[in-house]
Each structure stands twice: as C-alpha cells, then as structure tokens.
C-alpha cells in the first residue's frame, strides 16, 4: 500500500469512529494533509453532533494558594514554601470569589493550587464542603490527581480514601490538571518531583471507579517528540476503554514567561492544530475535545472548530496559573459566542457534564450580561485585572 492510500485508510477509519493504532496515529500526525485530516476530524464531530452546536462554560478558577513543594520547571505560578511571595487565600475570600462567580452566571468552579506542605485532606474536605455549604448550584470541579497525591501523603493514607473522603465533602469531578506530559522522559523533564504518569492516570482511574468522573488535559511544547505526544493520548485511551471516566480531552500550549524551562520550545499553531485534529480520530472513545483559546489565542481557537472540536472551554472569569506564564489572550461572552457563530455553529452556554443550559440559535437568543469577561479579576495582571485589590494572607 502507498503512504498516500495508507494515510486514506487510517483517516476515513478515524472519520467513522474506528480505532486507529498509535503508529497510525503518527503517520497522520505527521504526514496527512492537514485539510484532509482536519475534514476527518470534523466528520467525527458532525456525527457525534449533529445539531451544530459548539459549547462554551462560564466558569472561574480560584487559586487558594501559590505555595507549592513540586517545582516544575515549566510553572510561573508557584513559589517555594517561605517566599516572601508566598500566599493562601482565607475561606472567606474563597467564598467571596464564589459568590461574585455566581453572580455573572458561573455554574463552575476550578479551585487549584500548589501542594502546600500543610494542606492534607482535612483542608480541602473543609475546602469543598464550604463551597457546597454556601453555593450548593455551583459544581466542585477542581483539583487533579497530583492534588489527591499530596493530600495523601501528608496524611498517610490512601488515595482512595483520599478520594472518597474528598467526594464526601462535596467534589464534584477531577480536572484534568497535571497531565502535562504523561510518558516518562518528557515528564521528567519538565516536573521532576511530580508523580509518575502512570500514577496520575492510577488517580483517574480510582476516581472513576468510585463515580467521580474528569476532564484530561496535556501540555505541548517544552520538548517532547510527535511520538511522545501520541503516546500520551495513548495512555489516556487505554484508561478510557476500561473507565469511561474521562468527559473531554483538553490539549493547551505551553507558555514560555517567567519560567525556568524560560520557552526554549513551544509547539506552533499547525502542530498544535494537527494535534487538534488527530486526537480527534484517535480518543473515539472520548466524548468532547476542547480547544484552548487561552493559549493559543481566539483566532486559533475558532479555527480549532474545523478539526473536531466541539467545546471552547469556559470564559475563565478569573485565571492566574497559565496567566502568570505569559498567556495574554482575553475574551469574553460575546467573543466566544461571535468565535463559535462565525464558525458556522450554534453557541450554547452548558454545564460541567456538558448538558446544554441555554442555546442561542439566533443573536436575539445571545446573553446580554457585559459584566462576563475572562480575568476580570486575576492577580497575573499588574493591578488585579480591573484594579480590585485582593487581599492576601500570609503562607507561614
Ligand atoms: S504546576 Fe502545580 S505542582 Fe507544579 S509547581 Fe506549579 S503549582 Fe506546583
């Protein structure tokens, strides 16, 4: 068979939900034109989608503390237990955020953080179980298995119980957080004292197994080959088949600022966007794929919309990790309705488990809230986004 005839096959295999084989997967990665695999891609989106709609989130992260043990080479965000920069957020300023999400229509909260040295299962259980308490109609989707690790190990037990205990007190689902780059080399590389893929990906899949689903995410570009990448979709797939648990896949852009990897790599817009496309043929068993305007910027985003993508992610009215990195794309309501109307597709507000909230078919059905912007208040941002100050307490 021609490379040309093989390239073929492997794509309209993908494009009618079979399953192509890691090697396929980066033959097309590499090799297919990138209009033919972007139109498999999107044949598998249509399918799965019919009705044209592309999804949006509104949504905040809330940061509860900087002070982290793990130290990853490619993170802005993070400082080392007794910095002077070092900060926790006190309940009631987690709360606070919590209410002024709400109140611009979040449903979603992502509440993250460094692997503080003190903060084992009891803070998050009185994390969450605040959060419910006070605002029961948000979702608790937050954390990620590197979290759940930390938190186990400061209080030497197990991740199940771990898990169970952080169920319990109202966590809703796992982010996908931490993947970063799952294969051994490359992992190492980048996050030396983080746990193993293999051991982020035994997090999910216990998770999963006790009802908890989440998201799966995966950085590129500080290094890692094409075939590194694929097996990392790869290893996401195989816990998959025997799950079900994960609900999207979410690849993102390394950002090279104020960092010690300092963008010595970073992948481009066409590899990113041809990894758009073939993680849709390969992840047939992954219901929705994401594109990441925050890091790759509007423009490639709606393009992303051509290559199987069926969600853009939420408007993330407040985002300091990828921020403090260097990523400079802002957006809000009517940016990511516009991104997704122009695109030829219907905008729908949803919910974490992607139910659809509200469809606007037509501009007189589109929201009409201005106060909804991504960063509205981020303290990556000289002066806290729109200049509220925000009060910060001591780590120590
Ligand atoms: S990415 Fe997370 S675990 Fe790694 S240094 Fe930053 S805050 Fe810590």
Sequence with gaps: ?????????????????????????????????????????????????????????????????????????????????????????????????????????????????????????????????SVKAAYPQLAIHSIGPSEILHMAKVDGISIEDAILRIKAAGLDSIAGAGAEMLPERPRKAIAPLKESGARWLEVMETAHGHGIESTATMMMGTGETHAERVEHI?????????????????????????NHLKGRTQ???????????????????????????????????????????????????????????????RSNLHDLIWMIRSAGRIPAQRDTLYRHLAVHHTPADDPTDDRVTSHFSSIAIPGGGVGRSLPLVDAH
């Design 234 to 258: 790869a290893m996401i797939r195989d816990v998959q088949d025997r799950t079900g648990g994960f609900r999207a896949f979410i690849p993102w852009t390394y950002q090279p600022e104020n």
């Design 1 to 129: 068979m021609t490379v040309n005839r093989e390239i073929d096959d492997i794509l309209q295999r993908g494009a009618d939900g079979g399953r192509i084989t890691p090697e396929e997967a980066l033959l097309i990665y590499t090799d297919a034109p990138l209009h033919e695999m972007g139109e498999a891609a999107d044949a598998v989106r249509r399918r799965r989608y019919p009705d044209g709609i592309v999804t949006y989130l509104i949504d905040r992260n809330i940061n509860y503390t900087n002070v982290c043990v793990t130290a990853c080479k490619f993170c802005a965000f993070f400082r080392a237990p007794k910095h002077k920069e070092g900060w926790s957020h006190p309940m009631e300023e987690i709360l606070r955020r919590c209410g002024e999400a709400v109140d611009l229509g979040a449903t979603q909260v992502m509440l993250q953080g460094g692997h503080h040295p003190d903060y084992g299962t009891s803070y998050y259980e009185n994390l969450f179980s």
């Design 267 to 329: 992948a481009t817009t066409l590899e990113y966007l041809r990894f758009i496309a073939m993680s849709r043929l390969f992840l047939h068993n992954v219901d929705h794929l994401q594109a990441s305007w925050l890091t790759t910027g509007k423009e490639v985003g709606q393009l992303s919309l051509h290559m199987g993508v069926d969600d853009l992610g939420s408007i993330m009215l407040e985002e300091n990790v990828i921020s403090s990195a260097g990523a400079k794309h």
